[in-house]
């Protein structure tokens, strides 16, 4: 690239020197979410002010893990560290606290905790684990109560919490884990409590558990082997005639050389009463079998995370969505997956085969004998019979897997909570939408399409600091989720629309909540009532049929812009036009009218287009932004001279234009200074860089005639050598080559080119 041509200006000199230091700058990394699979079309950082947001936080409260939605959604249960809160989540902004009740672990259970060599700083508490509506008057709240779990029944008055009575506290073992860190499970159903949890102390008796209403305690039994002792719950969720729980454990029918660890789905039925001489107060109805979510020729997603039922659906049925990964770190990065499980295929694995363990080989082959009527483990009425209460002590795993291919795949993101729901587009039809919480703090929004796999419309970090989000609570009514974590709770819309400017954004957004709203020239958030004239695709995202302004396909093809930015050119200056990225997923680049943009001129860095004023730099130039096949104007400036203003072109008469200031770097005096950002620091450091450089190349030429002058004196003065030093010690010292001129494999470049001989 060839400087400018010298004129008597020294100040234009110096412009052009920097301008070429400039380019030698090396580009800064791209931000975002790492790894492979679908991108974010837009990302918002922790503070970013084009997504509005709200944080609630209480002095001195911790951990708000465990969330609840009323009935009517008006007002949101939150189990923290030792208190339950009730928020009143109606107004928009910060959820208003409407009261709260404190429910402390005794001083008593604190020091037990502590002497048993627990944490008093961060274990030795009452983490509130299940939160659950018992019915119009109370909720049921069970706690970890400093390792020893507890359980009570909470009043309400106007969904306000009344204070818990020490003589109403039951305990909790069975349904509230003792570790704080012990994942758990817990659903009511038909007044019943249905928990997965951990049983003991020590953290390895893993449990099912029924317990409140009118029917008998059932739980699953420890010595039968039915789960491993390392089994870890995530979800429960209740069916017609069953409940079913959703865990990851080791696997024991499989013999590797390192533990695998596997999904499994379990299945109790609800009218379940136990034995009556065997199985006395277990589980008669207890089978289960292994999730498996894989995609062809790759390893599968193999620890579960989180699940969630979809409500039925008339074309699909009702499915339940599951987020996984894998115990394996391919490339160093953990991934992430999504898969849906049919409620249909479920049920057909647990009408199928059984295994069984060969005691001879310890092995579970799949068992091929006769089967009783009524069918083991099935939810028939009646007690069952002795013979198939033992057949299900040692039949209760299926042979068949229940398998279903990822609908997301996203490599370096670890996904930790899931919430879905179905939002109606413009044209009547329904798109699932979920909402991924992750390990850092950050929430993705994804839409699953009929016939494509899922993409993401945003990323959102939550959380300034790493952190997980320890809970998902969606709220329709409000439109909004909530995002549980160590120091409060986050309300996020469901939809940012008003962030999409044009017509061309707001479809390529393909965001199911927004359609733009050509009246009022705004990307709206959809209602119930929407008028006709409103403009969505959510099957290609097409700007060209959406909008009422066809844009051209070919990325060359330029539309006449709707605002023109008009910009003052200083002589001795730098001048940046920024270009905002509205989407990750277009690809962009500079236009300059019809012409080319100058090379010895411009350059562009991070983005914007750096120009230093000459002669001919005036005129149009356009930001385009190319996205799945349809290119527009992100933003379109005219640069003027100081001396001269550039008569606009004939095809831009009628577009508006705003007189604006862009960043400038100033060279010299005697020009105005608009400078946002300076370009000083890294003259500075280039120059420093440079000077290093040439000190360096100047001390090599200097050290090498010092060099061989002082190999030419070792040649002279080493020209006798003592008598015993004349003659090698034996032959083969005197073959063997010196190791200093053997030649390497470090002496062959890339392309297998020699680059040295040996010498013997």
Same mark, same amino acid.
């Given at each position: 690239?060839?400087?400018?041509?010298?004129?008597?200006?020294?100040?234009?000199?110096?412009?052009?020197?920097?301008?070429?230091?400039?380019?030698?700058?090396?580009?800064?990394?791209?931000?975002?979410?790492?790894?492979?699979?679908?991108? $974010?079309?837009?990302?918002?950082?922790?503070?970013?002010?084009?997504?509005?947001?709200?944080?609630?936080?209480?002095?001195?409260?911790? #951990?708000?893990?465990?969330?609840?939605?009323?009935? #009517?959604?008006?007002?949101?249960?939150?189990?923290?560290?030792?208190?339950?809160?009730?928020?009143?989540?109606?107004?928009?902004?910060?959820?208003?606290?409407?009261?709260?009740?404190?429910?402390?672990?005794?001083?008593?259970?604190?020091? #037990?905790?502590?002497?048993?060599?627990?944490?008093?700083?961060?274990?030795?508490?009452?983490?509130?684990?299940?939160?659950?509506?018992?019915?119009?008057?109370?909720?049921?709240?069970?706690?970890?109560?400093?390792?020893?779990?507890?359980?009570?029944?909470?009043?309400?008055?106007?969904?306000?919490?009344?204070?818990?009575?020490?003589?109403?506290?039951?305990?909790?073992?069975?349904?509230? !884990?003792?570790? $704080?860190?012990?994942?758990?499970?817990? &659903?009511?159903?038909?007044?019943?409590?249905?928990?997965?949890?951990?049983?003991?102390?020590?953290?390895?008796?893993?449990?099912?558990?029924?317990?409140?209403?009118?029917?008998?305690?059932?739980?699953?039994?420890?010595?039968?082997?039915?789960?491993?002792?390392?089994?870890?719950?995530?979800?429960?969720?209740?069916?017609?005639?069953?409940?079913?729980?959703?865990?990851?454990?080791?696997?024991?029918?499989?013999?590797?050389?390192?533990?695998?660890?596997?999904?499994?789905?379990?299945?109790?039925?609800?009218?379940?009463?136990?034995?009556?001489?065997?199985?006395?107060?277990?589980?008669?109805?207890?089978?289960?079998?292994?999730?498996?979510?894989?995609?062809?020729?790759?390893?599968?997603?193999?620890?579960?995370?989180?699940?969630?039922?979809?409500?039925?659906?008339?074309?699909?049925?009702?499915?339940?969505?599951?987020?996984?990964?894998?115990?394996?770190?391919?490339?160093?990065?953990?991934?992430?997956?999504?898969?849906?499980?049919?409620?249909?295929?479920?049920?057909?694995?647990?009408?199928?085969?059984?295994?069984?363990?060969?005691?001879?080989?310890?092995?579970?082959?799949?068992?091929?004998?006769?089967?009783?009527?009524?069918?083991?483990?099935?939810?028939?009425?009646?007690?069952?019979?002795?013979?198939?209460?033992?057949?299900?002590?040692?039949?209760?795993?299926?042979?068949?897997?229940?398998?279903?291919?990822?609908?997301?795949?996203?490599?370096?993101?670890?996904?930790?909570?899931?919430?879905?729901?179905?939002?109606?587009?413009?044209?009547?039809?329904?798109? &699932?939408?979920?909402?991924?919480?992750?390990?850092?703090?950050?929430?993705?929004?994804?839409?699953?399409?009929?016939?494509?796999?899922?993409?993401?419309?945003?990323?959102?970090?939550?959380?300034?600091?790493?952190?997980?989000?320890?809970?998902?609570?969606?709220? !329709?009514?409000?439109?909004?989720?909530?995002?549980?974590?160590?120091?409060?709770?986050?309300?996020?819309?469901?939809?940012?629309?008003?962030?999409?400017?044009?017509?061309? #954004?707001?479809?390529?957004?393909?965001?199911?909540?927004?359609?733009?709203?050509?009246?009022?020239?705004?990307?709206?958030?959809?209602?119930?009532?929407?008028?006709?004239?409103?403009?969505?695709?959510?099957?290609?995202?097409?700007?060209?049929?959406?909008?009422?302004?066809?844009?051209?396909?070919?990325?060359?093809?330029?539309?006449?812009?709707?605002?023109?930015?008009?910009?003052?050119?200083?002589?001795?200056?730098?001048?940046?036009?920024?270009?905002?990225?509205?989407?990750?997923?277009?690809?962009?680049?500079?236009?300059?009218?019809?012409?080319?943009?100058?090379?010895?001129?411009?350059?562009?860095?991070?983005?914007?287009?750096?120009?230093?004023?000459?002669?001919?730099?005036?005129?149009?130039?356009?930001?385009?932004?190319?996205?799945?096949?349809?290119?527009?104007?992100?933003?379109?400036?005219?640069?003027?001279?100081?001396?001269?203003?550039?008569?606009?072109? $004939?095809?831009?008469?009628?577009?508006?234009?705003?007189?604006?200031?862009?960043?400038?770097?100033? &060279?010299?005096?005697?020009?105005?200074?608009?400078?946002?950002?300076?370009?000083?620091?890294?003259?500075?450091?280039?120059?420093?860089?440079?000077?290093?450089?040439?000190?360096?190349?100047?001390?090599?030429?200097?050290?090498?005639?010092?060099?061989?002058?002082?190999?030419?004196?070792?040649?002279?003065?080493?020209?006798?050598?003592?008598?015993?030093?004349?003659?090698?010690?034996?032959?083969?010292?005197?073959?063997?080559?010196?190791?200093?001129?053997?030649?390497?494999?470090?002496?062959?470049?890339?392309?297998?080119?020699?680059?040295?001989?040996?010498?013997?």
């Amino acid at each position: 690239m060839a400087l400018p041509s010298p004129g008597p200006d020294p100040w234009r000199l110096l412009g052009g020197f920097l301008f070429q230091l400039l380019l030698m700058l090396p580009l800064p990394p791209a931000t975002g979410t790492g790894g492979q699979g679908p991108t $974010p079309r837009v990302r918002y950082h922790a503070g970013d002010g084009h997504r509005a947001l709200s944080f609630f936080h209480q002095k001195g409260l911790r #951990d708000f893990d465990t969330l609840l939605l009323s009935a #009517d959604g008006n007002t949101l249960y939150v189990g923290a560290r030792e208190a339950i809160l009730a928020l009143n989540i109606q107004s928009p902004g910060i959820p208003q606290l409407r009261n709260m009740i404190s429910w402390p672990a005794s001083e008593r259970k604190k020091n #037990d905790c502590a002497f048993k060599k627990k944490s008093s700083e961060t274990q030795c508490f009452n983490f509130i684990r299940v939160l659950v509506s018992f019915n119009a008057t109370h909720l049921y709240a069970c706690g970890t109560f400093a390792f020893s779990p507890a359980c009570a029944f909470i009043e309400l008055q106007d969904s306000h919490l009344l204070p818990i009575l020490k003589d109403k506290v039951m305990d909790g073992k069975g349904q509230s !884990p003792f570790d $704080p860190a012990h994942k758990h499970t817990a &659903v009511l159903v038909d007044g019943m409590l249905y928990s997965g949890t951990m049983n003991n102390f020590l953290g390895s008796e893993p449990i099912l558990m029924r317990t409140l209403g009118s029917q008998p305690v059932l739980k699953t039994d420890i010595f039968l082997r039915w789960l491993h002792p390392d089994a870890s719950f995530v979800a429960a969720i209740p069916s017609s005639q069953v409940v079913y729980f959703f865990f990851e454990e080791t696997a024991s029918e499989f013999d590797f050389f390192e533990e695998l660890y596997i999904s499994r789905v379990a299945r109790v039925c609800k009218n379940d009463v136990g034995g009556e001489k065997l199985l006395q107060k277990k589980w008669t109805t207890f089978l289960k079998a292994q999730l498996l979510c894989t995609q062809p020729g790759q390893l599968p997603f193999n620890i579960i995370r989180h699940a969630v039922l979809l409500p039925a659906d008339p074309s699909s049925g009702s499915r339940i969505y599951a987020v996984f990964t894998s115990q394996w770190q391919v490339g160093g990065t953990r991934s992430s997956a999504v898969c849906a499980f049919s409620l249909a295929d479920i049920e057909h694995v647990f009408k199928g085969k059984f295994k069984e363990l060969n005691k001879e080989t310890s092995r579970w082959t799949t068992y091929r004998g006769p089967e009783a009527n009524p069918r083991p483990g099935s939810c028939s009425t009646g007690p069952s019979s002795d013979k198939a209460l033992t057949f299900m002590k040692d039949h209760f795993l299926m042979d068949e897997h229940v398998v279903a291919r990822p609908l997301l795949v996203k490599s370096g993101v670890e996904y930790t909570q899931l919430a879905v729901e179905l939002a109606q587009g413009l044209d009547g039809s329904s798109h &699932v939408v979920m909402y991924l919480g992750t390990s850092t703090g950050s929430l993705h929004k994804a839409v699953v399409p009929e016939n494509s796999s899922a993409y993401l419309v945003e990323e959102i970090q939550l959380s300034p600091e790493p952190e997980p989000v320890r809970n998902l609570q969606l709220a !329709p009514t409000q439109g909004a989720m909530f995002a549980g974590f160590s120091g409060g709770v986050w309300k996020v819309p469901r939809a940012n629309c008003r962030v999409y400017e044009s017509c061309v #954004d707001c479809v390529l957004a393909r965001d199911p909540h927004c359609a733009w709203d050509p009246e009022s020239g705004i990307c709206s958030l959809l209602s119930g009532s929407t008028p006709s004239a409103w403009r969505q695709d959510m099957e290609q995202g097409n700007p060209e049929l959406a909008c009422a302004h066809p844009m051209p396909r070919s990325p060359r093809r330029q539309s006449p812009p709707q605002l023109i930015k008009e910009v003052l050119a200083v002589p001795n200056s730098i001048l940046e036009l920024p270009c905002p990225h509205l989407s990750a997923l277009a690809s962009y680049y500079w236009s300059h009218g019809r012409a080319t943009i100058p090379e010895a001129s411009s350059t562009i860095y991070n983005g914007s287009l750096l120009l230093l004023p000459q002669d001919g730099v005036g005129g149009l130039y356009q930001c385009v932004a190319t996205e799945n096949g349809y290119s527009y104007p992100v933003v379109s400036y005219w640069v003027d001279s100081q001396d001269q203003s550039l008569a606009l072109d $004939p095809e831009l008469a009628g577009v508006p234009r705003e007189r604006v200031e862009v960043p400038l770097t100033r &060279v010299g005096g005697g020009a105005s200074m608009a400078a946002q950002r300076s370009y000083w620091p890294h003259f500075l450091i280039v120059t420093v860089l440079l000077a290093i450089v040439l000190l360096g190349v100047l001390t090599l030429l200097l050290a090498s005639p010092l060099g061989a002058l002082r190999a030419r004196g070792k040649v002279q003065g080493c020209g006798t050598l003592p008598p015993r030093e004349k003659a090698p010690l034996s032959r083969e010292r005197h073959l063997q080559p010196s190791k200093d001129y053997r030649t390497s494999a470090s002496d062959v470049d890339a392309d297998n080119n020699h680059l040295g001989t040996e010498v013997a």
